[in-house]
């Protein structure tokens, strides 16, 4: 069994940051490529950063030179630096991951998501 889980969320006034966590956690043998989603209400979740295992990184368009994916491989953890927050970055964010478990399966893993509020 294999558990990603977020923390770091929040609620901050725009211009302000936060940084979310991702553990992940089980029987797993390798993580591949991580990354972050967000979804808003009443809109499509969507891709803002991914990370390979190699260090290969993208963003979305709306968060590019704001926000920060990285990760620690030994650790099994990958971060969003998020700052100069704005209104529309209001989310569920959830943290994803292709895992390899001790079985040989490769599957891709979502955790429960956790709450980004920018208001004033």
């Known amino acids: 069994q294999v558990q990603l889980v977020e923390s770091g969320g929040g609620l901050v006034q725009p211009g302000e940051s936060l940084r979310l966590s991702c553990a992940a956690s089980?029987?797993?043998?390798?993580?591949?490529?991580m990354g972050w989603y967000r979804q808003a209400p009443g809109k499509q979740r969507e891709r803002v950063a991914r990370?390979?295992?190699?260090?290969?990184?993208n963003y979305a368009d709306s968060v590019k030179g704001r926000f920060t994916i990285s990760r620690d491989n030994a650790k099994n953890l990958v971060y969003l630096q998020m700052n100069s927050l704005k209104p529309e970055d209001t989310a569920v964010y959830y943290c994803?991951?292709?895992?390899?478990?001790?079985?040989?399966?490769?599957?891709?893993?979502w955790g429960q998501g956790t709450q980004v509020t920018v208001s004033s």
């Open positions: 994803n991951a292709d895992i390899k478990t001790t079985d040989s399966i490769v599957r891709n893993y």
């Open positions: 089980g029987s797993i043998f390798s993580v591949y490529a």
């Open positions: 990370i390979s295992s190699g260090g290969n990184i």
